[in-house]
């Protein structure tokens, strides 16, 4: 059996990491890099510290609109399945490069499996949505992370394709998480590359999508609300918008939030066990402040993980100071028996499922 794995960004990685080293010890794999994150620290770390083969290919295609990165992406990723002709192709999440992939394959008649199938935000006003809406749509076997995809998936009638896994993302959390050092956690490093001291007590930010980053507004009030708390804020700003970070927290002088340099997901990862609270736009950080039990606030319009929303654990916020500040005040409680994630597994039955 071979399967060609095409991955591009970040949490893609982490989900190949997981399934990648099951996945090898019974059939061949080919991985495809799109090139779509290139920076070291939003790539090349994945790979080194998580131990992911090093991709067959990199296409090297990245930035510029929507429509040419996937375009592009397309056709590079048709030519190495002409090439490499696999029994199967193997796809993550809601990126550019997810949609690229799956497109170029069901128009060669290659059965396209697709990993976190079935979320909905119920808008096509956001990107990732438009990639898994059709992603999910040409794929031939659906994996799903939670109930509420399977749900959405039968509301489409995709239900004969669909199957509940668990998430990978939950998986990654166990099994790399028990394997962080200090060094991990004291890995931070300032835009301008001076190394950071981690404070005793922090809040964890992450803020990237472009529906909060590409104006300074919301950008702004986000930061500002972060800024009036009592401890300090670690957050690791994406590229994309690190410069526009940095020039609202020196023009506001927001002293209290520490711009720090992306960071490997075992600081990541460590950051998030040991913070106060986390403040994210991220489905990836929202899932893993749940697994850790952290307290989060969403700023976000839509539900992307509706079994977070539970006791006041995530909740959604709009790019509002006073609104965040409130839910982070919120009392939260925390069944730990509720586990609507899976069971650490879901890299194994991936992997049975692509193996059938
Ligand atoms: C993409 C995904 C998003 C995911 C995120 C993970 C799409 C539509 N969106 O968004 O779902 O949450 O990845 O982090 O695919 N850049 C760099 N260096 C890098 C990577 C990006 O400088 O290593 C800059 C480039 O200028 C690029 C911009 O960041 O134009 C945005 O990157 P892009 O890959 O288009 O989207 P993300 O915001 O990363
Ligand atoms: N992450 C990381 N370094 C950072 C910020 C995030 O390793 O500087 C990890 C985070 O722990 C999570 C994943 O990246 O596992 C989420 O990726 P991202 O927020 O970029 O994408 P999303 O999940 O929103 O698609």
Known sequence: MKILTVVGARPQF???AVVSRILRQSAEEVLVHTGQHYDYNMSDIFFEELNIPKPDYNLGISGGSHGSMTGKM????????????PDKLLVYGDTNSTLAAALAAVKLNIPVYHVEAGNRLGTLANPEEINRVCTDHVSSV???????AMQFLAKENLADRACLVGDPMYDAFLYYGARITDKDRNALVSLDDKSVERPQKFYYLTCHRQENTDTDWKLEEILSAVNSLDYPTVYPVHPRNQKRAARICAEKNLTNVLLVKPVGYLTSISLVNDAEKIVTDSG????????AGKQCVTVFDHVVWPETMVDNRNQLAKPNGNEIMR?????QSIDHSYQPFGDGHAGEKICELLQK
């Open 142 to 148: 659906l994996m799903a992370c939670t109930e509420s």
């Open 74 to 85: 397309l056709m590079a990723i048709e030519e190495v399945l002409l090439k490499e002709t």
């Open 327 to 331: 839910k982070l005040a919120m009392a």
């Open 14 to 16: 982490i989900k190949a």
């Open 284 to 291: 990836g950080l929202q899932r893993e402040a749940f697994f």
